[in-house]
């Protein structure tokens, strides 16, 4: 049966309300993006629409004929030259590691309804998570399992609910985003597992991490994750990663003295060693 690559970017993203459609599809890629823009619809589902400039981020699947059947009629696509709710069509989506042609379902220009809200950070996940209201899960993989500098910046109140060790599976850790002294943490999708420490924190926290992550000079961005915690799966866990991903940069001693010092005595050894030959290998560190 032939198969087709699907980008998604709304309700069927794991853990929406749509995602039933795509259970039995092979996950491609979690963290991929694609050009656009996303619309709130305000009907509780949002809208990919055509742009030049803009990032829209979301999942890729592999589907079968039945399944994408399914999803064409879920998106009110009826084929070409019928009147169609979304466009279906391709487009080049980045992941990673390569980059895919895959459908996409669009809504026409003419189609959208004015004054509805674009959603800046361009991840549908990301939205629906920040709306609630209980505290939220965050994983720290790099500087941030050290409390030095949260004690510095008068925060540390925000970080006192360490709920266990975090394994993020199906990722690397790698230096890829490029400071002034060197590389800083990302977690890039490839084999491998990262672990870190889950904190549970308060909406009152994030204003601090997104200063401290660059959110909005587009060095890091929030997204969505599923872990384990103390042998139990998390859904919806709240982490940082790199937007534009560059190759690796050694980092700078003290940014490595933090990384170590939060991860001593409370990630596995094993991982801890890892992380040392890794260190060692790729930029000669001797720690």
């Known amino acids: 049966m032939e198969k087709y690559m699907v980008f998604v970017y709304g309700t069927l993203r794991k853990h929406q309300s749509n995602h039933y459609l795509l259970i039995s599809a092979p996950c491609i890629a979690s963290q991929c993006w694609t050009v656009g823009k996303l619309i709130d619809s305000e ?3 949002p809208y990919l629409v055509s742009s030049a400039s803009g990032r829209v981020y979301g999942e890729l699947y592999l589907v079968d004929q039945l399944q994408l059947k399914a999803l064409d009629t879920l998106e009110g696509y009826y084929g070409s030259n019928q009147n169609n709710y979304y466009i279906r069509s391709k487009q080049l989506i980045n992941t990673d590691s390569e980059n895919y042609e895959a459908f996409v379902y669009l809504l026409p220009n003419e189609k959208l309804t004015p004054n509805l809200k ?19 899960f965050y994983f720290a993989y790099g500087s941030c399992m050290d409390a030095e500098r949260f004690k510095l910046a008068g925060v540390n109140h925000y970080f006192q609910k360490v709920i266990g060790r975090g394994i993020l599976e199906h990722y690397h850790l ?6 002034h002294d060197g590389g800083r943490a990302d977690i890039v999708e490839e084999a491998g597992a990262v672990e870190g420490k889950v904190y549970e924190i ?7 991490l997104y200063r401290r992550e660059g959110v909005n000079a587009g060095c890091y961005r929030p997204t969505v994750i599923d872990i384990n915690v103390n ?4 859904t919806n866990i709240l982490t940082f990663v790199v937007v534009d991903k560059e190759p690796e940069t050694a980092p700078p001693e003290h940014y490595i003295e933090e990384i170590l010092r939060g991860g001593n005595g409370f990630l596995s050894e094993e991982y801890m060693g890892k992380v040392r030959k890794q260190l060692k ?4 560190f001797n720690i």
């Not at 800046?120 to 709306?131: A, C, E």
């Not at 042998?231 to 998390?234: H, S």
Request: aromatic share 12%.
């Open 174 to 179: 790698r230096f890829t985003r490029k400071a």
């Open 281 to 284: 290998e790729c930029f000669n």
């Open 43 to 45: 009907n509780g589902y």
């Open 202 to 208: 308060p909406h009152e926290a994030l204003s601090y």
């Open 118 to 136: 674009e959603i800046k950070n361009g991840d549908w996940s990301v939205n629906q998570l920040l709306k609630q209201k209980q505290p939220l």
């Open 231 to 234: 042998g139990r799966p998390l």
